[in-house]
Antibody
Framework: QVHLQQSGPGLVKPSQTLSLTCAISGDSVSTNSVAWNWIRQSPSRGLEWLGR?????????EYAISVKSRITINPDTSKNQFSLLLYSVTPEDTAVYYC????????????WGQGALVTVSS | QSVLTQPPSASGTPGQRVTISCSGSSSNIGTKTVSWYQQFPGAAPKVLIY???QRPSGVPDRISGSKSGTSASLAISGLQSVDEADYYCAAWDNSLNGVVFGGGTKLTVL
């Protein structure tokens, strides 16, 4: 059974970098038929897809236009996990952040992490 | 403003059938499959429907999905109090090159 376990600080200061990790059990970050995603949820923005990483003979990263200039999602094959880095955060980045597995064909989120509230405040 | 449009609320009495709509465009629902998620307060979303009308194991058959053109629907029959939750639709968008969600529908069981 696939399980995603999130970790990371719950409070980040404005202009700093938000960093979260999603540890995978029951699957491999390198599995070909899936992608590993970060999604956030806030009352003002609802559910918002941030980006994903996946392996198809090479690593591919895709990011939402809204955060493309300040986001990095990295796979870590040695620890079987992936991470989110969101740079230059503002209070508008305050949200519950989720990691999730996307099963490519036909395309759906079949497993989610437990979620983590990240507050951006000084 | 979400890319996919859902009604903010829906309601029904126990035993009734309720449908929730999700409207998109040719770049998402029109050409890609739709999935539906149920979310309880404080919990992560959980998939109810994938590939427009497929149920993962464990989802009861009183829950169904359909798609026509650029719109999709989620139907819950034999409504129960345990169905009171938020529901979201999602699809890949070819123009945005990313996953898009509906704004969510809060289902109330009266």
């Amino acid at each position: 059974q696939v399980h995603l376990q999130q970790s990371g600080p719950g409070l980040v200061k404005p202009s700093q970098t938000l960093s979260l990790t999603c540890a995978i059990s029951g699957d491999s970050v390198s599995t070909n038929s899936v992608a590993w995603n970060w999604i956030r949820q806030s009352p003002s923005r609802g559910l918002e897809w941030l980006g994903r990483t996946y392996y198809r003979s090479e690593w591919i990263n895709e990011y939402a236009i809204s955060v493309k200039s300040r986001i990095t999602i990295n796979p870590d094959t040695s620890k079987n996990q992936f991470s989110l880095l969101l740079y230059s955060v503002t209070p508008e980045d305050t949200a519950v952040y989720y990691c999730a597995r996307w099963f490519h064909d036909p395309g759906w989120f079949d497993h989610w992490g437990q979620g983590a509230l990240v507050t951006v405040s000084s | 403003q979400s890319v996919l449009t859902q009604p903010p609320s829906a309601s029904g009495t126990p035993g009734q059938r309720v449908t929730i709509s999700c409207s998109g465009s040719s770049s998402n629902i029109g050409t890609k499959t739709v999935s539906w998620y149920q979310q309880f307060p404080g919990a992560a979303p959980k998939v109810l429907i994938y590939s427009n009308n497929q149920r993962p194991s464990g989802v009861p058959d009183r829950i169904s999905g359909s798609k026509s053109g650029t719109s999709a629907s989620l139907a819950i029959s034999g409504l129960q109090s345990v169905d009171e939750a938020d529901y979201y639709c999602a699809a890949w968008d070819n123009s945005l090159n990313g996953v898009v969600f509906g704004g969510g529908t809060k289902l109330t069981v009266l």
